[in-house]
Nanobody
Framework: QVHLIETGGGLVQAGGSLRLSCATS????????MAWFRQAPGKEREFVAAIGRSGSPTRYTESVEGRFTISRDDAENTAYLQMNSLKPEDTAVYYC??????????????????WGQGTQVTVSS
């Protein structure tokens, strides 16, 4: 079974940057849409960014627009989330997943590949 492995999280000061990576353990269909979600303590998992096949289209939740950039390298079966100008409210566990079409809805993900362990991002003030 294909698995997702998120890496790149860590502790960073407000205003800093991190680059998250999401690798698949096996070959996936490049027609899949990919997305990042995050879950803060005591809160529901929320949408962060999504990208369609071949890198288009892209969508972001309003709170990260202009600060985060989602990208993908289909040759490497990897998705990325470049996070700049980080804020304490960005603190969460970040997860990636794939869907059979472009979507920003949590319910469309996790059906093809199980959710991974995520990667913790902590932003200090």
């Amino acid at each position: 079974q294909v698995h997702l492995i998120e890496t790149g999280g860590g502790l960073v000061q407000a205003g800093g940057s991190l680059r998250l990576s999401c690798a698949t353990s096996g070959r996936t269909d490049t027609k899949y849409g990919m997305a990042w979600f995050r879950q803060a303590p005591g809160k529901e998992r929320e949408f962060v960014a999504a990208i369609g096949r071949s890198g288009s289209p892209t969508r972001y939740t309003e709170s990260v627009e202009g600060r985060f950039t989602i990208s993908r390298d289909d040759a490497e079966n990897t998705a990325y989330l470049q996070m700049n100008s980080l804020k304490p409210e960005d603190t969460a566990v970040y997860y990636c997943n794939v869907a059979s079409f472009f979507s920003t809805y949590y319910s469309d993900y996790g059906k093809l590949i199980p959710w991974g362990q995520g990667t913790q991002v902590t932003v200090s003030s």
